[in-house]
C-alpha cells in the first residue's frame, strides 16, 4: 500500500477528509478573545515557573504574589469585559471549536472562581501568624517540601529561611483547571479540566509547615480517591461515547431526546443503547458528586480539610466546590435534559443523606476544620436542592448560593488561622473557650460567618437557602424542601454551640493567642464579612444578575 493511501486512509478516520491536491488546510478556528480568563491564569502559571528557575531565591516570595494577584485580577476583568460585551447573554455561544461554552453560567462562575481565589491567595501570602524563624518570615507552607518531615535537610533548609513559593504557580494551574471545568462543551475537555485543577490541589495538600504527616496523609488520601472518581469518570465517558458516536455535549442531547439524523455505521450497533447511556451518566454523575463532597462520596472531605494548610483547606473548600456544581448543573441542563426523570430520584436520596449526614455528624466533631468540613457537606445537599429543580430559577439560585457561600467559607478559614499555640493552629474545639473574652473582634467576626452557614436572616446564608429551597418547591421538590429545613435546625445547634464556647465560657489561662495578622489575611475577613452582609442586607441585585447568568448555551 502506497504511503498516499495510508495517510488518505489514517486522515479519514480521524474525521479529516484528506485534501486533494492544491486544496490548503483549514486551521481550526480560536476565540482567543472569548478564552482570554483562562489563557491569562495559564500564561502567568506558566511564567511562575519559570521564576522559580531563574529568579534568585530571596526574591521569590514577592515576585509570585505579585504576579499571581495580577493575573489573577487580569483574569476577572476579562471576565467582567465579557459579561459587558454581552457573552453572557445575546452574544452567548460556543468557543474553541466547540470545547468551551461561553454562557451567563460559565461568566458568573469563571468571576466567582476568580474573586474567591484572590483572597485565598491573601491568605497563602501571609508571612506574620508564626513568629520570625533564623531571622526569616514563615508562612503555611513547609520550608523544602521535598524533605522528608523532622530529616537534617529540612531542619537546614528551615536555618537557610527558604519558603515553598510553588504555591502560586500551582494555585494558578489550579484555577486555570476550575475556570475550564464548568465552561466544557465536551466530555473529553472536562476530564482534562478536572486533571488540571485536582494534580495541583494533591500537591498544595501535602505542603503544610506544622503537622507535616498529617498534611501528606490528607495529600495522599486526597490523591487515592480523587484518582478513583476520575477513573469512574472516564469509564463514563467511555459509555457514552459508545452511546451516541460524540462528546460533544449538544450531539449527546440530540441522541437522548432522538432528533439525531445522521448516524455514523461504525456506531450504529451501540448508538441509543440504554444501558449505555444510564451507566454511563451514573459514572459521571459519581465523579462530579465525589468533587463536591456530597454522601456517600464525601469520605474524602473531613481528612483532607483538617490536615491540609488552612489557607488551602479554604480555597479549595470554596473554588472546588463552585467549578464542581457548574459541571455539574451543566451535564444535567444541556446533556441530560431528557433523562429528568430518570436523574432526580437519584439525586433526591444523594440530596437528602448529604443534608442529614453532614448536619448529623458535625454535632460530634471536637475540631473546627473538621466541623467546618462536615459543614461543607450538608451545604453540598442544601445546593442540590437547587440543582434538582430543573428550572431556570433553580440554576440562578444555585449560582447565588455558590457565590454567597464561598465568601464565607474562605474567610471562615481565615479567621481559623488567627488562633494559635505553641503547636501552631488551635483547632481543637476547647481551646477556642472564650475567646470572644480574649479577643472580640476576631470571636465577632467568626461568629458572622457561622450564622451565615447556619442561614440566620440578614445574612447571606439566609438569603442563598431561601433561594434554593423556593426554586426547589417551585420545581416539585417541596418534601425535600422540608428535609433541607430540618437539617438546616440540626446544622444551627453546632453554630450556635460553637458561638456559646466563644463568649459564654471561661477562657482558660494556658488557652491560644490571637495573631495580628498582616493587611492580607485582613483583607480576606473584611471582604468575606462585607459579602455576607451585603448579600444578606441588600441581596436582589446579585439574585437579578444570578437570574440573567442563568441560561445555557447548546
Not at 500500500?1 to 486544496?23: D, N, Q
Not at 495538600?205 to 501528606?216: D, E, G, I, N, P
Not at 481565615?414 to 481543637?428: P, Q, Y
Amino acid at each position: 500500500m502506497s504511503a498516499t493511501a495510508v495517510h488518505s486512509l489514517w486522515t479519514t478516520a480521524g474525521g479529516v477528509i484528506s485534501a486533494a491536491p492544491g486544496e490548503r488546510f483549514t486551521a481550526p478556528v480560536i476565540e482567543y478573545r472569548q478564552l482570554m480568563p483562562v489563557l491569562i491564569v495559564i500564561g502567568v502559571a506558566v511564567v511562575g515557573v519559570l521564576v522559580e528557575a531563574f529568579v534568585p531565591r530571596r526574591f521569590r516570595y514577592y515576585t509570585q504574589v505579585f504576579l499571581a494577584v495580577v493575573a489573577i485580577a487580569a483574569a476577572f476583568a476579562a471576565v467582567v469585559g465579557l459579561a459587558a460585551g454581552g457573552h453572557g447573554t445575546t452574544k452567548a455561544g460556543i468557543a474553541a471549536m466547540g470545547a468551551i461554552a461561553i454562557d451567563g453560567p460559565t461568566l458568573f462562575l469563571q468571576g466567582t472562581i476568580l474573586l474567591t481565589a484572590l483572597v485565598a491567595v491573601f491568605t497563602f501570602a501571609e508571612r506574620r501568624l508564626d513568629p520570625a524563624s533564623h531571622g526569616s518570615h514563615v508562612d503555611s507552607f513547609a520550608a523544602q517540601a521535598a524533605s522528608v518531615p523532622g530529616s537534617e535537610s529540612e531542619q537546614a533548609a528551615v536555618r537557610a529561611g527558604f519558603t515553598t513559593t510553588e504555591v502560586y504557580p500551582l494555585v494558578l494551574f489550579s484555577v486555570a483547571g476550575m475556570l475550564v471545568f464548568p465552561a466544557a462543551n465536551d466530555l473529553l475537555t472536562l476530564f482534562v479540566a478536572l486533571e488540571v485543577f485536582s494534580l495541583p490541589l494533591y500537591l498544595l495538600c501535602a505542603v503544610a509547615r506544622r503537622k507535616r504527616l498529617m498534611s501528606q496523609e490528607a495529600a495522599v488520601k486526597y490523591f487515592l480517591l480523587g484518582a478513583f472518581s476520575s477513573a469512574f469518570l472516564l469509564f463514563g465517558i467511555a459509555l457514552l461515547y459508545g452511546y451516541a458516536g460524540s462528546v460533544s455535549y449538544a450531539t449527546i442531547a440530540h441522541v437522548v431526546d432522538g432528533s439525531v439524523t445522521n448516524v455514523d455505521p461504525a456506531l450504529a450497533a451501540t448508538m441509543g443503547n440504554d444501558a449505555l447511556l444510564l451507566i454511563g451518566g451514573a459514572m459521571i454523575l459519581t465523579g462530579l458528586l465525589f468533587k463536591v463532597g456530597a454522601v456517600p462520596f464525601h469520605m474524602w472531605t473531613p481528612d483532607v480539610y483538617q490536615g491540609a494548610p488552612t489557607p488551602v483547606t479554604g480555597f479549595m473548600a470554596a473554588a472546588t466546590k463552585v467549578a464542581a456544581f457548574g459541571a455539574l448543573l451543566r451535564l444535567l441542563y444541556v446533556v441530560l435534559p431528557g433523562l429528568t426523570w430518570d436523574w432526580r430520584p437519584v439525586m433526591w436520596a444523594v440530596a437528602i443523606v448529604t443534608m442529614l449526614g453532614g448536619a448529623v455528624v458535625a454535632i460530634t466533631q471536637t475540631d473546627i476544620k473538621r466541623l467546618l468540613a462536615y459543614s461543607s457537606i450538608a451545604h453540598a445537599g442544601f445546593i442540590l436542592a437547587g440543582v434538582i429543580a430543573a428550572t431556570p430559577e433553580g440554576v440562578s439560585s444555585v449560582l447565588f448560593y455558590l457565590g454567597a457561600y464561598s465568601f464565607v467559607t474562605v474567610g471562615a478559614f481565615a479567621v481559623v488561622t488567627l488562633v494559635r499555640d505553641a503547636g501552631g493552629e488551635a483547632t481543637h474545639l476547647s481551646k477556642w473557650a472564650g475567646l470572644g473574652r480574649r479577643s472580640p473582634l476576631v470571636a465577632a467576626v467568626f461568629a458572622v460567618f457561622l450564622l451565615a452557614f447556619a442561614g440566620i436572616p440578614l445574612t447571606s446564608g439566609f438569603s442563598g437557602k431561601f433561594a434554593v429551597f423556593k426554586a426547589a418547591a417551585d420545581g416539585g421538590a417541596a418534601g425535600l424542601v422540608v428535609v433541607g429545613v430540618i437539617s438546616s435546625a440540626i446544622a444551627a445547634f453546632f453554630y450556635i454551640r460553637v458561638i456559646v464556647l466563644m463568649f459564654f465560657s471561661e477562657p482558660k489561662a494556658d488557652g491560644p493567642s490571637v495573631a495580628v495578622p498582616s493587611p492580607l489575611t485582613m483583607t480576606t475577613i473584611a471582604v468575606g464579612v462585607a459579602v455576607t452582609l451585603v448579600l444578606g442586607l441588600a441581596p436582589q441585585y446579585f439574585l437579578d444578575l444570578a437570574g440573567q447568568a442563568g441560561v445555557f448555551v447548546r
